[in-house]
């Protein structure tokens, strides 16, 4: 059974860094990609942040670009998100996500960790 498991947020000052993790447990055949989305207070949508595709290959929103970055830890199974320069708009819960199949017979899905807090501080 897979398992995705974030940690890592909390309260911060703005201009502050914060770095979140994904914890993947279980396995996967096939990962096609991997991210980050956040939902702020209020909002009912869910803003996609980053993906990290399996060829390496990253891509970023317009309101983290140059702030945010997104690696992965092979050897601890997780995925991480280093967060600089945060503002109190960046304040929302933090899911990260995993693009894929665990079975060769299986359709490919997306799996989402339950959310962490972040809140940026004036």
């Known amino acids: 059974q897979v398992q995705l498991v974030e940690s890592g947020g909390g309260l911060v000052q703005a201009g502050g860094s914060l770095r979140l993790s994904c914890a993947v447990s279980g396995d996967f055949f096939e990962i096609d990609a991997m991210g980050w989305y956040r939902q702020a207070p209020g909002d009912a949508q869910r803003e996609w942040l980053t993906?990290?595709?399996?060829?390496?290959?990253?891509m970023y929103s317009d309101s983290v670009k140059g702030r945010f970055t997104i690696y992965v830890d092979n050897a601890k199974k997780t995925m991480n998100l280093q967060m600089n320069s945060l503002r109190p708009e960046d304040t929302a819960v933090y899911f990260c996500?995993?693009?894929?199949?665990?079975?060769?017979?299986?359709?490919?899905?997306?799996?989402w960790g339950q959310g962490t807090q972040v809140t940026v501080s004036s």
């Open positions: 996500y995993v693009d894929g199949r665990i079975a060769s017979t299986s359709n490919g899905e997306r799996f």
């Open positions: 993906t990290r595709l399996s060829d390496g290959r990253q």
